[in-house]
């Protein structure tokens, strides 16, 4: 494991006070994005210890509502900026110039406002519908904060970048995914799987399920991304993680009910 890498993941996608001594090169930034799974799995952990804080002392709404806003104070809320820049862009732009130009505007529009208050909406009715069960709701967090990292970064691998970084508001980690990354970002998540699979929370059907809903919904981002501005921007692999975070909650509703 490289310490390094992962201290920069850890900066990257969250809000942490992490310090990075040493000068950031191309080579970090490609494997830093290895370790993008490892840091949702350690977000999720902290929010189901959160949750399970909160439940205990509050009624499961206000855990849950709690539980979120602590999730966009950790990230910074770095992907549902991404997400509704994303509805922004392609709800607003004809062309793929036009796209780029308001996705990397600092205000929000029409699109992304009503997107990003629907996404919230879904991921609090969710999140309330899963406490009915239980934990669970602690284990769909951890799912789906590693398991959507790790979708949202496979996505480096099949399209081109399609925005300059002098141009981007943020530069992207990196440009392409090494074999050396993917070994640790599929590593994670499969590890998650496993984990869960041996304590009896899943089945292996369950976990097929869950592998299944996530290769699907890549496909439909990479397609949807491709259609729109012909590559992925950092946007993009924000708004495929919160995408596919959803799907997931709502993969563990139907096992659990």
């Given at each position: 494991?490289?310490?390094?890498?992962?201290?920069?993941?850890?900066?990257?996608?969250?809000?942490?006070?992490?310090?990075?001594?040493?000068?950031?090169?191309?080579?970090?930034?490609?494997?830093?994005?290895?370790?993008?799974?490892l840091?949702?799995l350690l977000v999720?952990l902290?929010?189901?210890?959160?949750?399970?804080?909160l439940?205990?002392?509050?009624?499961?709404?206000v855990?849950v509502i709690l539980?979120?806003?602590?999730?966009i104070?950790?990230?910074?809320a770095?992907?549902e900026?991404g997400?509704?820049?994303?509805?922004?862009?392609?709800?607003g732009?004809?062309?793929?110039e036009?796209?780029?130009?308001?996705?990397?505007?600092?205000?929000?529009?029409?699109?992304?406002?009503?997107?990003?208050?629907?996404?919230?909406?879904?991921?609090?009715?969710?999140?309330?519908?899963?406490?009915e069960?239980g934990?669970?709701?602690?284990?769909?967090?951890?799912?789906?904060h590693?398991?959507?990292r790790a979708?949202?970064?496979?996505?480096?691998a099949?399209?081109?970048?399609v925005?300059?970084?002098?141009?981007?508001?943020v530069?992207?980690?990196?440009q392409?995914?090494?074999?050396h990354?993917?070994?640790?970002?599929y590593?994670?998540?499969?590890?998650?799987l496993?984990v869960?699979?041996?304590?009896?929370?899943?089945?292996?059907?369950h976990c097929?399920?869950?592998?299944?809903?996530?290769?699907?919904?890549?496909?439909?981002?990479?397609t949807w991304?491709?259609?729109q501005?012909?590559?992925?921007?950092?946007?993009?692999?924000?708004?495929a993680q919160?995408?596919?975070e959803?799907?997931i909650y709502?993969?563990?509703?139907a096992?659990?009910?």
């Amino acid at each position: 494991m490289n310490k390094g890498a992962f201290l920069l993941a850890v900066v990257f996608l969250t809000r942490l006070p992490v310090p990075i001594k040493d000068k950031v090169d191309d080579s970090q930034l490609n494997q830093a994005s290895g370790y993008f799974s490892l840091v949702g799995l350690l977000v999720g952990l902290l929010l189901a210890f959160i949750y399970l804080l909160l439940q205990s002392i509050l009624t499961a709404e206000v855990a849950v509502i709690l539980t979120l806003a602590t999730g966009i104070f950790v990230t910074g809320a770095f992907h549902e900026d991404g997400f509704a820049d994303v509805w922004d862009g392609f709800g607003g732009g004809w062309s793929v110039e036009q796209k780029l130009d308001i996705m990397k505007d600092s205000r929000l529009g029409t699109y992304g406002v009503a997107a990003l208050c629907l996404l919230l909406l879904l991921k609090y009715q969710l999140l309330v519908s899963l406490a009915e069960h239980g934990y669970w709701v602690c284990i769909a967090l951890i799912c789906g904060h590693t398991l959507s990292r790790a979708m949202a970064t496979s996505i480096i691998a099949l399209l081109p970048y399609v925005q300059q970084d002098t141009q981007s508001k943020v530069k992207p980690v990196v440009q392409s995914l090494s074999n050396h990354a993917r070994v640790y970002l599929y590593g994670c998540a499969l590890a998650v799987l496993v984990v869960f699979w041996c304590f009896d929370y899943f089945s292996i059907w369950h976990c097929v399920a869950l592998i299944v809903s996530l290769t699907v919904m890549r496909r439909l981002c990479v397609t949807w991304f491709n259609q729109q501005l012909g590559g992925y921007t950092g946007d993009c692999l924000g708004a495929a993680q919160q995408i596919s975070e959803v799907v997931i909650y709502m993969v563990c509703l139907a096992i659990w009910r």
